[in-house]
């Protein structure tokens, strides 16, 4: 019962998710950001682990290690918060600006991609430079399909692992990768 429950919660949870990733009205298709839920999923989850640390430092059975593991689930939340107000991406005709809170600002040139690559796990696609940074890019991200565009016209085809350009294929036509499967 309790794992049916679970597995109901997060298909709803991450079907919220999916469905949140459409860009709002008005906004620019070249430019790729976050969904709100993106941050009401962070705040949430940041609200619940960081109330478990306190209560369990509180709670005479808890005490400061079971509170750091609590914190330590917190964090990965904490830094959805900080991406969702700081992370950025721009389609450009030279190439793809960002901003990410760990590299700060950046241009990566449509010649300065060495690979695209995807990383099942964690949902993200890669870009690999000829300088050696990755730039990573969530699927939660809207404005995905007009960064599969430009990518898959700007690049050439040896370029992309098999999988990443599959799936950057299906998300030009309007299908991104599911963010839960």
Known sequence: MQ????????????GWLARSRRAPAGADPA??????SVLVLGAVATSFFGGA????????TG?????????LFALPSAYLVVDYFTASFRITENGIQFRVPLQGRGMIEWS?????????????????TTDG??????????GLPALASALLTRIDVERFTTV??????????GNP????R
Request: charged share 10%; proline share 8%; glycine share 4%.
């Open 3 to 14: 794992w049916g429950l679970w597995f109901v919660a997060m298909t709803a949870i991450m």
């Open 31 to 36: 430019v790729l950001r976050y969904p709100s």
């Open 53 to 60: 640390a306190i209560l369990s430092l509180l709670s005479p």
């Open 63 to 71: 005490g400061p290690a079971v509170a750091a593991v609590f914190l």
């Open 112 to 128: 300065q991609i060495r690979l695209v690559g995807w990383s099942q796990l964690l949902k993200w696609f890669l870009i690999h």
């Open 133 to 142: 940074r990755t730039i990573r890019l969530p699927v939660t991200l809207y």
């Open 164 to 173: 990443a350009r599959t799936l950057l294929v299906e998300t030009a036509a």
């Open 177 to 180: 990768p599911s963010p839960w």
